[in-house]
């Protein structure tokens, strides 16, 4: 027994003094590799970043389900962080070896992760704004929308605009609002408040006095002022007609629209997004020196301060498009790693909602109307040859199947004439296609970028517009454009819809609309892995910023979510969770 003791403790002192040896000898190693680090071009990950990365990191999460978006690791238990970007990603043990005394450990206890969320079009600083004016989003009666209308005037000085929007008329009935609801509540107000798709606009008679909009005025080339039976303006105002009005709004304050950056990130950061395509504060009807305006005040102030939260891409009116291609020559396609240059955007046609977007057939609710084209082709085209020839992304937005198709016959004489590149042209809201229309995008190339809970607002109202056959056969074709292999990128619109990526992918997968018992088109449903991949790393490719962004994958910036859930079956399943946190560039910044 004494002997079996002894040879005991002679083994474990044994271990403890190799075990103490190896230690040191690890611990001399690093050091002399921190020391050699500038010289490391032979370590493997050296090329897979774009500046070296550290051999200790900052952060280790594991325990986890992390979803990379990465194909080749799709799935990983453990990551780690050093300096904002992806350090090592695989199993718990590989990630392990880059924990220092400094590194901060999470563990995940089974959550699922996934890359940051990438909304691919939103209007981020008119978000922001509308966050601080009369909000008409889902309200469903008349009297609410009156009620809070009155609110706003009681804490407003008489003659200072009352401005606002999201009101969706198909919530209430179908009764389109006219000046009449609120002159008596608003008679020393102008009044205006944009309809929830930005395409059509309720002014009430005080302002149209001021716009100078009477009985005689005609409507502007790509636009409607809507009139009773007997000719008077009604106080609505579509599309390139809001011009009328808009230009009559004073300019917000530089301060107010910092404010509203920083109110709409702070949205963004609840639901998980860490980057936004932002559309601008560009509408038709609207001045194209908006965005610009915005990118100098607010976006480069913003970066400037260090204050900026979520990462955008933006994109400028096409008009614009030789301002844009002289900073892009000037500064690369970057300002920080906050702020990136997206390209061009035009519109074509208008909504839905509105009956305003173009179709081959006219709307059954108004046997003569068509829709709207917004734009002349071949300026549209000459001014798009010209954008594309400097080297800029294109967007157009399309939403009918008639302008989708010219949209795409417009791509497919760009890409004739100014030759074959990577252009990666975007079409934004691809809503209603024709049949044949969905492989012509993965044919072409042609990347579309699409809003799922924009399918929850017009489930029930399109067959009353389109009628059924048109309405199943044409709208929201996710899964046909995939089939395609179209890139498809996931938005939100916002603030047309909330900024809500988990709600968009559980539209996505799974088509229900409130108070539906099924899907509606359940062909067009797409998996959750499509759809995740369509707010993470197939919108950074329709961006451009996909070196930098989309995937958990070593060097890029390591923004990531973290969900409620711990199950990926049930999740797949369900296509539901919460969010528990956001982290951009490893850091965490919600809650």
Known sequence: MLTTSLTFFLQMNFLTLLSASISLLLAILIASLHLLQPTLDFLPWKNLQKSPLPLEADLIIRNGVIFTSDESLPFAHSMAVANGRVLRIGNNSFVQEVAGYGTQVLDLEGKVVLPGFIDSHVHFISGGLQMMQVGLRGVNKKEEVIR?????????????????????????GGDLPAAYWIDDITPNNPVWLSRMDGHMGW?????????????????????????????????????????????????????????????????????????????????????????????????????????????????????????????????????SQWVYFGGVKAFFDGSLGSNSALFYEPYQDEPDNYGLQLADLDALLNMTLESDLSGLQIAIHAIGDKANDLILDLHSSVASKNGMRDRRFRIEHAQHLAPGSPTRFGKEGVAASVQPD?????????????????????????????????????????????????????????????????????????????????????????????????????????????????????????????????????????P
Not at 209 to 216: D, E, H, K, Q, V
Not at 484 to 507: E, K
């Open 148 to 172: 809070r209308i009155k609110e706003a005037v009681e804490s407003t000085k008489p003659g200072s605009w009352i401005l606002g929007g999201g009101w969706n008329n198909d919530q209430w």
């Open 203 to 335: 002014a009430n008679s005080v302002t149209l006095r001021l716009a100078g909009i009477t009985n005689s005025t005609e409507s502007p080339r790509g636009g409607t002022i809507v009139r009773s039976a007997d000719g008077e303006p009604t106080g609505l105002l579509v599309d390139s007609a809001m011009t009328l009005v808009v230009s009559r709004i004073p300019e917000l304050s530089i301060d107010d629209r910092r404010e509203a950056l920083q109110k709409a990130s702070n949205l963004a950061l609840t639901k998980g997004v860490t980057t936004v395509v932002d559309m601008g504060r560009y509408f038709p009807g609207v001045s194209a020196d908006l965005p610009w305006e915005d990118f100098t005040d607010v976006y480069q102030w913003t970066n400037a301060m260090s204050k900026m939260k979520v990462r955008v891409c933006l994109f400028f009116p096409m008009e614009t498009w030789p301002q844009l291609a002289d900073l892009v020559n000037k500064m690369g396609r970057a300002l």
């Open 454 to 590: 924009h399918l929850l607002d017009d489930a029930d109202s399109v067959a009353k517009k389109l009628g059924n056959e048109r309405a199943v056969k044409e709208s929201y074709l996710f899964k046909s454009l995939l089939e395609s292999n179209a890139l498809v990128a996931l938005g939100s619109d916002w603030p047309v819809a909330d900024i809500n990526p988990l709600s968009g992918i559980n539209s996505a997968v799974k088509r229900k609309p409130p108070n539906w018992k099924d899907a509606w088109i359940p062909s067009e449903c797409i998996s959750l892995e499509e759809a995740i991949k369509g707010y993470t790393i197939s919108a950074a490719r329709a961006s451009f910023i996909d070196d930098d962004l989309g995937s958990l994958s070593i060097g890029k910036l390591a923004d990531f979510v973290i969900l409620s859930t711990d199950s990926w079956k049930d999740f797949a399943e369900t296509a539901s969770a919460s969010l528990e946190a956001t982290y951009v560039s490893g850091v965490k910044a919600y």
